[in-house]
C-alpha cells in the first residue's frame, strides 16, 4: 500500500471524514453513534490520516499529557484495510513524531482486543479491563527511549 499521511485540520471535509471513520470503527459496530459524543477535544489534539489515492482510510490522534508524555488516541482503520501492518505504521509515525520532540513516554485506552497488537509494539498493560463505550479498554503505556 503506497499510503500519504497528512495532518487533519478541525472543522474541515478531511475533519468530516474522520469522524465518519471513527463511528464506523468505534460506534456503529456497538449501536452507538458518534455524534453522541462530546468531540470538542479534537481542537486541541494533532490528529492525522492516512490516505490511500486521496481516499483517508485511517486516523490516529497525537495528544500533549505534560511535557514528558503524549496520549496516542483514535486508531481507527477501516476494516476492509485492517490486516496489511497500517497500524504498526500509524503507531510508528506519530511515536517518531513524539520522541523528535523530546516526550519519553506514551499512554494510550486501547480496547482489550486490540491489547496484543499493542504489546506487540512495546506497551505494557497498567490496568484491569473497564468498560469504555460499551466496550472493554485497558489503560497501556510505553517508554519511547
Do not use: C, W
Not at 503524549?70 to 497500517?86: C, D, H, P, S, T
Request: charged letters at 30%.
Amino acid at each position: 500500500m503506497d499510503i500519504v499521511i497528512k495532518k487533519i485540520v478541525y472543522g474541515t471535509p478531511d475533519y468530516e471524514t474522520s469522524i465518519f471513520i471513527r463511528n464506523e470503527v468505534f460506534r456503529k459496530p456497538h449501536g452507538l453513534d458518534i455524534k453522541d459524543d462530546d468531540l470538542s477535544s479534537d481542537k486541541v489534539v494533532e490528529m492525522f490520516g492516512a490516505y490511500l489515492d486521496d481516499k483517508m482510510i485511517a486516523t490516529i490522534f497525537l495528544d500533549i499529557v505534560d511535557g514528558n508524555t503524549v496520549k496516542i488516541r483514535n486508531v481507527a482503520i477501516l476494516e476492509e484495510y485492517r490486516g496489511k501492518g497500517l497500524g504498526k505504521y500509524l503507531m510508528g509515525y506519530v511515536e517518531d513524531i513524539a520522541r523528535q520532540r523530546g516526550y519519553t513516554k506514551s499512554i494510550l485506552m486501547g480496547r482489550v482486543s486490540a491489547e496484543k497488537f499493542y504489546n506487540k509494539l512495546g506497551y505494557k498493560t497498567l490496568s484491569e479491563p473497564y468498560d469504555y463505550k460499551t466496550v472493554p479498554h485497558v489503560d497501556m503505556e510505553k517508554n519511547l527511549y
